[in-house]
């Protein structure tokens, strides 16, 4: 059997951190067929709360 050195699976797993985070910020940044992108979608959900709360509090008792 034989053994790597730690340099050269250090440098793999980097590799693979990288290729991961590229495809999640791809995905978060871009809208998959004209929608708008996730984030985009995420700040209009928070915006859309965000109304219905301070409406609800400003109801009168």
Known sequence: MTHRRRSV???QAL??????LLVLAMLI???LGGEG????TLL?????AFDRQS???S???
């Open 59 to 61: 109801l009168p008792l």
């Open 55 to 57: 409406g609800f509090i």
């Open 29 to 31: 940044g871009f809208g």
């Open 37 to 40: 992108s996730v984030i985009d």
């Open 9 to 11: 699976t250090r440098g």
């Open 15 to 20: 590799a693979e951190y990288l290729a991961a």
């Open 44 to 48: 209009a959900a928070v915006r859309n």
